[in-house]
């Protein structure tokens, strides 16, 4: 999916600035911090709608749990290098924390754009929610759906 159709999508979904776009501070470091290179995907997000919401919910579908679940807001700069500081010893270190859902749980994703999700409070590590951030972000959606056979 192109980072064109992508934009149209997130804006068609409404997303909202919380704060300036790291397009002015390009994420390099970032990059520093993770020692890795972000992938491009990532780097348009970030560049593009770092530190965004959603005003009225954005939903993606949680395969490990059979339902949908509200992304929350797009971390800006700051949140995501407290993210990985506050994280550091839990995290593997190729994940980039990239939105809250508001109840500090995390969506990162990794070095080759797959989407995982942490969970605060379980000693667990993350888990894999879409192999591609292309495809986790084309799939967005405002309107919760009901789990299946509820």
């Given at each position: ?33 993770t020692g890795q290179a972000l ?58 924390p990239i939105a809250n859902d ?28 879409d192999e591609s951030l292309e ?16």
């Amino acid at each position: 999916m192109s980072h064109d159709t992508l934009e149209r999508h997130l804006l068609d979904l409404g997303i909202q600035p919380t704060g300036p776009s790291l397009r002015a501070t390009p994420p390099e470091d970032i990059e520093q911090r993770t020692g890795q290179a972000l992938p491009d995907a990532l780097r348009w997000l970030f560049t593009r709608f770092g530190g965004s919401r959603f005003p009225e919910g954005a939903f993606y579908f949680d395969r490990r749990y059979g339902q949908d679940v509200m992304i929350g807001w797009l971390l800006d700069r700051d949140e995501i290098l407290d993210a990985l500081d506050t994280w550091e010893d839990v995290l593997p270190a190729n994940l980039v924390p990239i939105a809250n859902d508001g109840g500090d749980n995390l969506l990162l994703v990794d070095g080759e754009g797959a989407v995982w999700f942490h969970q605060h409070d379980k000693a667990e590590p993350p888990y894999l929610v879409d192999e591609s951030l292309e495809h986790f972000l084309g799939s967005l959606h405002r309107e919760q759906q009901e789990p299946a056979g509820g």
